[in-house]
């Protein structure tokens, strides 16, 4: 569970970030509540790439919008950051809001700071293939997940530009499944031409597209990062004298 200190000095808010490992075989939200240590409901939407925005109700089923507004004091609102950043939490009693960052833009912003740990413990080694997600390019941001991956000891990501084709529902439809995956043969054909045993992207999305057509499940760059933490997370450990400074 990641949660941001200056958040913790909020008074009522209460937060917390869970990696892919975290929310494995997880098939709702409960194991978010718990870790945060809140008992209580929580209202997610189901993402239509549109501009509308619902109003979060206790018992209400997902509702299909792009922004969700909570009235009722200790109903929660559950957001899946992927591509769908910034997050915007405001309280209009208070007068206060606080943007929600892409990890890794926060991240590579702070990379020189003391709170920027470069403890590493071990490697996945130089053969890392790492694929560009389509909404970064989009929101000029840069790569920073990959940026990131190359503070780690060792890493040298080879980078695939190439759309993976899942495009929103577009891969989900029967009467488009076929064109989705010719359109992302390529991001799928250069993710392989690395011959890297990690594969790496931002996009949920791209991750299904890999797995379910190039069979390799890939990871988010915070996964890879939480793993070089650990002595075990990757085959390959790091000595003191081999971190980074």
Request: glycine share 8%; charged share 20%; net charge neutral.
């Amino acid at each position: 569970m990641i949660r941001i200190a200056a958040w913790g000095d909020v008074p009522g808010l209460r937060h917390g970030f869970l990696d892919g490992r975290e929310c494995a075989g997880a098939t709702d939200w409960a194991p978010v509540l718990a870790a945060a240590g809140v008992p209580g409901e929580i209202v997610t939407a189901r993402q239509m790439h549109g501009t509308t925005v619902a109003t979060a109700l206790p018992g209400m089923e997902r509702p299909e919008a792009d922004a969700l507004v909570v009235a009722t004091p200790g109903l929660m609102a559950g957001v899946v950051t992927a591509d769908c950043v910034p997050v915007l939490l405001v309280a209009r009693a208070e007068r206060v809001a606080a943007a929600v960052q892409d990890p890794g833009e926060f991240l590579w912003s702070i990379r020189r700071e003391p709170r920027f740990s470069r403890d590493f413990r071990s490697t996945p080694g130089d053969r890392v293939a790492y694929h560009a997600p389509c909404h970064l390019r989009a929101q000029a941001v840069g790569f920073k997940g990959r940026d990131l991956l190359r503070l780690i000891p060792g890493v040298a990501p080879q980078t695939v530009m190439e759309c993976c084709g899942h495009d929103g529902t577009y891969a989900m439809k029967v009467e488009s499944f076929e064109a989705s995956r010719r359109i992302g043969q390529k991001a799928f054909d250069g993710m392989a031409q690395a011959d890297a045993p990690v594969w790496v992207t931002e996009c949920p999305l791209a991750a299904l597209q890999f797995q379910q057509h190039a069979g390799v499940k890939a990871m988010h760059p915070m996964s890879v990062l939480a793993r070089a933490y650990r002595p075990d997370g990757f085959p390959t450990p790091l000595a003191p004298a081999e971190k980074t400074e």
